[in-house]
């Protein structure tokens, strides 16, 4: 039990970053990414992204799908959501289809 303990105390530390919070908001809210697409928009450079997705993915939290020379991300299960909601964050719910419906909204 003490393992398995360390290893959700391992996952809550890891979550403790703001940058693992906004990637997984941006993988919520804009569904599958390719790390190209997530540069813009998170304002760091590509190994550090590529480093936190690493975490991300290690947790079981973002899977990806390689595409040729591309890598795709997306939230890799409901646990990543739930995590998300737990924490409050107004992007656990939304999701790609509410999304558009939202930007069909705003016009």
Known sequence: MAESLAVKARLFRDLGHPLRLRILCL???????????????????????????????????????????????????????????????PCAGAGVAAQQTSKRRDR
């Open 27 to 89: 993988l919520a809210r804009e569904g599958r990414q390719c790390s190209c697409r997530m540069l813009p928009e998170l304002e760091v450079p590509q190994p550090t992204l590529a480093r936190h997705l690493t975490i991300l993915r290690d947790h079981g939290l973002v899977a990806d799908e390689r595409e040729g020379t591309m890598v795709f991300y997306r939230i890799a299960n409901e646990n990543a959501r739930a995590l998300l909601r737990a924490a409050g964050l």
